[in-house]
């Protein structure tokens, strides 16, 4: 199920939000501004982002500048008010994926959401299928001929954020910030540990291999195309 984190401060909105994603198969968080925003994101993977403009503490724009700034690369649909093209063109700037004007057509709004999953890549049953390897983003799991390995939850989000983007290179930070959090007080050691364990698990595995580049971060290489 994926996870739609709905950042909102109208609280009419925001369960409205909520509830027609929720009827519509999405796990809908609840966000009451952009700072709550990222508090949740320390906590939860998060795949797409419903974001308000108009907030307290934290506006859209600047979630949205904070995330992209971070290497976040996540879709985000902006939701507001402001209709005129100079709004519209901030938002787009900041890093936004697509934009609605209120009122908003909820209907709509879960199409947009399909289409941006699809736009980033992301399966619609959340599964990599990479020669006879296959991960199940629910389970977290590590199928290989056949024979199934349930990951800690880290390690299957750190392989499969690199088996997603095959050849991309990530930063250590950049992977630390995306699935220990932001604001998170782990340091890039962790993420050199976590690579390690993964490397001793699929060792034996043909179809992909995590390579250092030296002096940037990791990568995944696929071995079968």
């Not at 796990?27 to 925003?37: C, K, Q, S, V, Y």
């Not at 009122?103 to 992301?122: T, W």
């Not at 799991?141 to 939850?153: C, N």
């Not at 220990?180 to 698990?201: K, P």
Request: hydrophobic share 40%; glycine share 4%; proline share 3%.
């Amino acid at each position: 199920m994926f996870n739609i984190l709905v950042v909102e401060d109208n609280e009419d909105m925001r369960e409205l939000f909520c509830t027609v994603l929720t009827d519509s198969g999405y796990h809908a968080i609840p966000a009451t501004d952009g700072l709550d925003a990222l508090e949740i994101m320390e906590q939860a993977y998060i795949d797409l982002i419903v974001a308000d403009i108009m907030m307290p503490h934290m506006d859209g724009y600047e979630l949205t500048k904070a995330l992209r700034e971070a290497d976040y690369d996540l879709p985000i649909l902006m939701v507001t008010a402001k209709d005129q093209f100079d709004d519209i063109q901030k938002g787009f700037r900041a890093g936004a994926d697509d934009y609605m004007i209120k009122p908003i057509n909820v209907k709509e709004l879960v199409l947009r959401v399909e289409a941006l999953l699809r736009r980033a890549k992301i399966s619609s049953e959340k599964k990599i299928v990479i020669g006879s390897t296959v991960l199940n983003y629910d389970a977290l799991t590590v199928t290989i001929h056949g024979e199934e390995t349930i990951l800690p939850q880290k390690e299957f989000y750190l392989l499969y954020k690199l088996l997603s983007y095959p050849n991309k290179i990530f930063t250590r930070q950049q992977l630390m910030d995306e699935i220990w959090g932001l604001f998170s007080e782990t340091d890039e050691r962790t993420v050199n540990t976590h690579i390690n364990r993964l490397r001793d698990r699929f060792r034996d595995c043909a179809d992909f291999e995590i390579v250092t580049v030296r002096g940037l971060g990791y990568k995944a290489v696929k071995s079968i195309e």
